[in-house]
């Protein structure tokens, strides 16, 4: 029993440890690199099987001992990496810039590898050495891996992410002092001591803080003189940091107008992960004070309707709330997804902000926006899409790699489905050089007026813009003479260049604000012609529509601007640069060789003789499971993005879907540990198991959209219980082949199972970071048929 409980304890922490790293690099960077963590920890799983496979003789006689000694390893290394890469000079934005960059994510991936290959090595030395007990040491490390994923998502809610970290290095002591009772004193006194040095490694705070890249928005603003802290709160959907600076005061008016002549109040700026930042006004109640809001481009549809119903997506600090107020909206509905971050303006800064939430023609949801919209059952006449991220994250492309299905064709089709007859969608995005969010937007909408059955989706589209943000409008019915002419006199009083509106003149294009060409208007008036695809193909930057199936609407980078960027380095060329893109592509080259090397290399010492490997065919061995590896991978990264806007968060899903598939294809490993006896039956159930996979597989890819939408109303708690019966039988499926493919091996040539575990340790290591890649190129879809493909390539390898 302490063995046990020592097992699935070390598990536990090994899965929460993964998923508080997608926590903590959200806060140090500008992503969670989910692909990145989770490839990470299958290095390290995979090289610490290699690593058995090696010592398991020198190992067997010293089984408790050694447990003890790499538990106690997990908890000090899972301290000590997150220590080190807080001060490693990492720079994601840098990567292309200073090759020094490079070594350092290399050495950020295999200081991460370290933690996960102590856990795993000891949990797989309790697997192959325990041969009477290797079921229910399996079924314990199945279950601490389950419950350490899901715990920790809850975890997040009371505490810090440093906080859950101690909570995970306490877990890897405790599974060490479990492994250690019942020995006599001169064996435990090495683990009792290990534990008193290792302990305090688990406490100090200055230690495993976070520290946020010196480039984001939070640190920047702590250097200023004076600037200080006013309250701090942490759960699952972001640490929130709100900041007075009394010496250089916020002054966040994304959009203003170089003509403005009003200027914004005192400002309290949050920042959401030290980055995404929103302000709280400082407002005195009444309507006047509000006049600046009005000289931002996202002002527009207000001048376009008389007191609309007004719904707000992404609330955050409130200046979209103020912005309906200060036009007399009849009503007004905001909608943000942090529960903390509403708090925050309404009670903690309530007085500041002037109290605006307690109005009552204003109503407060807290929700996912998407989903709110999906699910309601009321129309208004005005959606406004807030603008929340960060111009200096946007405009270096660190959002590259954020899934956001805001911006998709499908989200944009749900937010016109639930406006009243003649109302307006506005959206704000950030403008760059040249243009990116602006061109993509505007194609995304001509999408989803088309899919509509409109037929002239050019008289329904406006765009204006200012020196760093354009607004796009998109109208339920055709924009009137009144609507363009008081577009018009709104961009000509502020100093706004109209981009778009039916029949406009391109000499009217680009005069206030110039750029070196009008690529807005140009790019307008391509995406609505019959060059549409050509216009997409030669553009710079990729700026096709973003879909449910490829949510990267912050995907600019075309591989052929590459040279070009080369080129420029040192003359401006970071605006050509969508850095976040390009870490992806190297993280891939590393996780190909870190895997030959630390998995696959090292097993030429157990080379098979020739005569024992042709008994089964060492291709055949390294076809199927490498196979194996890339499916299983494909479907679980596929099902964490399916399952993000399902579940509201990207923590979330990555928590659920991991919990669910280990388990669960945890339990398909066991159901056939016990049933394959005889060539006939493994061929049989294998079979069956390909087919449910390609079945259920298919099906989820139709019909999730549609259980999503019917599930969407249901609490959270019910959603996640939902998920994960949804996942259960696909996982359970897949749980399957490997050990049926591994149990021939063994009976066959038993000196190529190390190798067959190898290989397919390396597969699942480049897997993680390569279905991200080919999600974004050709969408979550195709990831899902290729691992079906790969699937029933495998069975048609077993049956031979």
Known sequence: MPLLLAVSALSAAALAYEILLTRLFSILYWHHYAYMIISVALLGYGASGTFVALLRTRLAAHLSQAFAGFALAF????????????????????????????????????????????????????????????????????????????????????????????????????????????WSPRRAAPVL???????????????????????????????????RVLSERSSPLGLLTVVESPTIPFRHAPG?????????????????????????????????????????????????????RVLVLGA??????????????????????????????????????????????????????????????????????????????????????????????EALSAYLSRLAPGGLLAITRWLKVPPRDGLKLFATAV??????????????????????????????????????????RFSSERGFDPAWYPGMPPGEANRINRLPEAYLH???????????????????????????????????????????????RGRAGLALLEGGYLILAATLLQAVIAGLVLILLPLRWLTPAAGEAEAIGRFRVAGYFAALGFAFLFVEIAFIQRFVLFLGHPLYAIAVVLAAFLVFAGLGSGFVARRTEGEGTGRRILSAAVAGIVVLSGSYLLLLPEAFTWLAPAPQAAQILAAIALIAPLAFCMGMPFPLGLARVKAEAPALAPWAWGINGCASVVSAVLASLLAMHFGFSAVLALAMLLYVCAALIFRH
């Not at 009444?286 to 600046?292: I, T």
């Not at 930057?541 to 070009?564: G, N």
């Open 75 to 182: 908890a000090a290394t899972s301290i000590g990496v997150v220590g080190v890469v807080r001060i490693l000079p990492f720079n994601p934005l840098e990567i292309l810039w200073d090759p020094a960059q490079q070594g350092y994510l290399l050495m950020l991936y295999l200081l991460l590898a370290l933690p996960f290959f102590c856990a795993a090595t000891a949990i797989a030395l309790a697997i192959t050495h325990r041969g009477t007990v290797t079921g229910r040491i399996y079924r314990a490390d199945l279950l601490g891996a389950g419950i350490g994923a899901l715990a920790i998502l809850g975890l997040l809610f009371l505490l810090p992410a440093e906080e859950g970290l101690r909570a995970v290095a306490g877990l890897g002591l405790a599974a060490a002092a479990l492994a250690a009772l019942g």
């Open 193 to 227: 001591i290990g534990l008193a040095i290792a302990g305090p490694l688990v406490w100090p705070a200055a230690w495993i803080a976070p520290t946020p890249s010196p480039y984001k928005g939070l640190s920047l603003a702590l250097q200023v003189p004076g600037t």
């Open 256 to 308: 203003a107008s170089l003509f403005a002549r009003h200027e914004p109040p005192a400002q309290f700026g949050v920042f959401t992960d030290a980055g995404g930042l929103t302000a709280i006004n400082q407002w005195d109640g009444r309507r006047e004070s509000l006049a600046w809001l009005d000289e931002q481009t996202a002002a527009l549809p207000f001048h376009l309707l008389d007191r609309p």
């Open 316 to 409: 955050g600090g409130g200046s979209d709330v103020l912005l309906a107020l200060h036009h007399e909206a009849g009503e007004i509905d905001a909608v943000e997804l942090n529960p903390q971050l509403s708090n925050l303006v309404r009670r903690t800064h309530g007085a500041f902000a002037g109290g605006f939430y307690n109005l009552p023609n204003v109503r407060l949801h807290t929700a996912e926006a998407r989903k709110f919209v999906e699910t309601a059952d009321r129309q208004w006449d005005l959606i406004q899409v807030s603008l929340l991220d960060s111009f200096s994250a946007s405009a270096a492309g660190a959002m590259s790699l954020s899934e956001s299905t805001l911006y998709t064709v």
């Open 447 to 488: 999408r989803a007026l088309e899919d509509a059955g409109v037929a002239a989706p050019e008289t329904r589209l406006a765009l204006i813009r200012g020196p760093n943000t354009s607004t796009l409008v998109v109208k339920t019915s055709a924009l009137t003479e009144a609507d363009i002419a008081a577009l018009k």
């Open 522 to 568: 140009d790019g307008a008036r391509a995406l609505l012609g019959a060059e549409r695809e050509a216009y997409l193909a030669r553009y710079k930057f990729h700026v096709a529509p973003a879909t449910d199936d490829q949510p990267y609407f912050f995907r600019f980078f075309k591989w052929r601007i590459l040279p070009e960027v080369l080129a420029m």
